[in-house]
């Protein structure tokens, strides 16, 4: 980056404490954005740009986005979404398959509200990623996977 007010990314995800640190940290140094992206919390990550009573956070997170694009000038915004998320109780319980699939629709329908609103006519691209989280051994783990 040619200007020290310039990053590479924007990171749309949840707020949840599981994803952040080391784990969104090693993802993000793997992607090359490490330090240099703006990070955007929301709780349920992508699902405020598609639910439509969330219209307020909707409005919060492309604003959030057009700042990322305009003033940092950004090259790419990934959309986050991890399974086991509170903010999608709300859908019942699910099997592990509805729930992935749930999210890959959501983050579609992200990408197209984000296509739509902040990245038409630009080079801007966007990443999607299922955060998927388990407990092997008692551990936390979470595998940042791109879809």
């Keep these: 980056m040619s200007n020290k007010h310039e990053c590479k990314a924007a990171v749309v995800t949840c707020m949840d404490f599981r994803l ?29 740009l598609v639910a439509p009573d969330h219209e307020k956070n909707r409005e919060f997170i492309l604003k959030l986005l057009g700042i990322s694009k305009n003033l940092h000038h950004i090259e790419n915004i990934y959309l986050i979404n991890h399974t086991d998320c509170g903010a999608y109780k709300s859908f019942g ?30 080079q801007i691209e966007i990443t999607k990623v299922l955060a998927e989280i388990s407990y092997p051994d008692d551990k936390l783990h979470v595998n940042f996977r791109k879809i």
Aim: aromatic share 4%; charged share 30%.
């Design 93 to 122: 319980e699910m099997d592990s398959k509805t729930e992935t699939d749930l999210h890959k629709s959501h983050l579609g329908e992200a990408e197209e509200v984000v296509k739509e609103q902040i990245t038409k006519g630009t």
């Design 20 to 48: 952040h640190g080391d784990n969104m940290g090693d993802f993000l140094k793997k992607e090359g954005v490490y330090g240099e992206a703006d990070m955007i919390c929301v709780a349920g990550g992508v699902l405020p």
